[in-house]
């Protein structure tokens, strides 16, 4: 006779070699072995990392992956742990090593990585409260803080979210939704808010992130809908001319709907003067999103705070922490100043948050139904490392990037192709070298593991890309990533 309810549930399906299927209370002991092979694993593999990666081709890896037999299970835990050694760790892009110089991609925070574990294991989606208890509350204290450094004051609210690309694509739809919901108030005529979108334009900087056209696209604005607002010789968007094209935008017909100001522009870490903005997008009536993915850090820099003021007048801002906080994928945040606007984004299911719950439900405000507990993250990594310990890091960088660039302009291998940058990237060519050249001397060193960099275009010609995230980088590491640079650049140019 069974005596309890555990006795007479079926035995979960473990797999045929007898590894558990599950993560519950008998396969505890499991779980510890597995975790602790793991880490042991991964530790001894940082430990032999020398190199931002190993260079290995498409064509080299992809027969590995796709030998692979996906209906046939290994037998245990450690030969598949074996697996993904060869598959994936061996030619990993280790971001963490520092001549990792390329792209925006982040060593990250010790605390945030344990958090990564607990979050997984116990599997919180944070839509709900019922789903997620506590989970709620440390997600909105992070939204709140966040806000605070901000500068917003106590209406504001916001939600993690996957990324910059889509904390954009929310802010946007939000913009989009508020002035469709005036025009329609204010028409004369009876007026469906669809007919409103082909009237809607947005307006950015030529050097906003792509994911402004893409979300234009995505809420059926058109890619057209965004105007090119110019810039100035430093990438920075020019208030005056701003001003002009609203103007004009009204003038002919037209409802501008949103600004977008980039604070830390992906090539350029330039920061459009948001305050000047601020007033521009004030005097319109028009909603001011501030996309700072890439320049959020500056919001725990001791020294660089002043250079996001004016952002508190922001309605929204992107947050990417997991670019200049120090997080691991996935983490980042949409804000916004008036909570009201997030009704936007509200729908209520009777199977999940109907409109009578009681509970704080974050799926209310997001465009997410399941979501991580990214939040868990960054509250680990503010519990152990403090909101200054991330700003000395990014303002490290930061300095890093400025002695770099004069390296650059004293070395007469180089010429720098864009100004000091305000956050931490560097743009430059090998002198005399033409686009081919600089494109096989990157992609030379990479090859030979003596660094990654990455390459974009300025004034139509192609350049090299430097963006520096890690403080462990040091100068000597650039100086031996661009010593190689120059090296195969020589042999390239005289070819
Ligand atoms: C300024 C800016 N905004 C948005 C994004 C998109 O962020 P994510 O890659 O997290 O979607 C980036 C990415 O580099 C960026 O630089």
New binding site residues.
């Given amino acids: 006779m069974p005596t309890s309810a555990a006795e007479l549930r079926p035995a979960p399906p473990d797999s045929p070699t007898g590894a558990p299927a599950l993560l519950n209370r008998d396969s505890a002991e499991a779980y510890r072995e597995l975790m602790a092979e793991v880490a042991q694993r991964i530790a001894e593999r940082f430990a032999r990392v020398d190199r931002p990666w190993t260079g290995i081709t498409p064509a080299e890896l992809a027969p590995a992956v796709d030998a692979v037999d996906l209906d046939r299970p290994l037998p245990g835990f450690g030969d598949a742990l074996d697996e993904i050694g060869d598959l994936y760790l061996r030619d990993a892009v280790w971001f963490h090593h520092p001549r990792y110089l390329a792209?925006?991609n982040c060593p990250v925070a010790l605390p945030a990585v344990a958090a990564e574990t607990v979050l997984a294991s116990v599997n919180t989606s944070v839509d709900t409260w019922d789903q997620s208890a506590g989970g709620t509350f440390i997600e909105r204290r992070l939204i709140e803080w966040t806000a605070g450094r901000i500068g917003f004051g106590a209406d504001a609210d916001g939600v993690f979210t996957?990324?910059?690309?889509?904390?954009?694509l929310h802010a946007l739809l939000l913009a989009r939704d508020e002035a469709v919901e005036t025009v329609v108030k204010n028409s004369e005529t009876t007026l469906r808010g669809v007919e409103v979108l082909p009237r809607l334009r947005l307006f950015a900087s030529p050097h906003?992130?792509f994911?402004v056209v893409k979300a234009a696209r995505l809420l059926g604005l058109g890619e057209d809908a965004v105007v090119t607002v110019p810039a100035d010789d430093r990438f920075r968007m020019h208030p005056g001319a701003l001003d002009a094209a609203l103007e004009t935008c009204r003038g002919e017909g037209l409802v501008p709907a949103g600004v977008i100001a980039?604070a830390?522009?992906?090539d350029f870490g330039s920061i459009d003067p948001l305050g000047a903005i601020a007033e521009v997008c004030e005097a319109h009536r028009v909603w001011f999103h501030v996309?700072a993915?890439?320049g959020c850090g500056l919001l725990v820099s001791r020294r660089r705070r002043s250079l996001v003021e004016g952002i508190e007048r922001a309605d929204s801002v992107?947050v990417?922490y997991?670019?200049s906080f120090y997080q691991p994928?996935?983490s980042?945040a949409v804000l916004v100043r008036e909570r009201s606007a997030l009704r936007h984004v509200t729908h209520h299911a009777d199977y999940l948050n109907p409109a009578e719950a009681l509970f704080p439900n974050q799926v209310d405000k997001s465009l997410q139904t399941t979501r991580r507990l990214d939040a868990l993250k960054l509250w680990m990594t503010l519990r152990v490392l403090g909101p200054e310990a991330l700003g000395s890091m990014f303002d490290r960088v930061c300095e890093l990037a400025a002695e770099t660039w004069a390296h650059l302009e004293a070395d007469p291998r180089f010429e720098t192709a864009a100004p000091a940058s305000q956050l931490s990237t560097v743009l430059f060519r090998l002198k005399g070298g033409g686009d081919d050249v600089q494109r096989l001397a990157r992609e030379a060193i990479a090859a030979a593991g003596e660094g990654m960099v990455a390459a974009t275009r300025v004034d139509g010609r192609a350049a090299l890309k430097l963006t520096l995230l890690n403080p462990e980088t040091t100068l000597g590491d650039i100086v031996s990533v661009l010593d190689a640079l120059a090296r195969h650049g020589a042999k390239f140019q005289g070819a």
């Fill in positions: 792209h925006l996957s990324g910059g690309t889509q904390s954009n906003s992130h994911s980039t830390g522009t992906t996309d993915a890439y992107t990417d997991h670019k994928v996935s980042s």
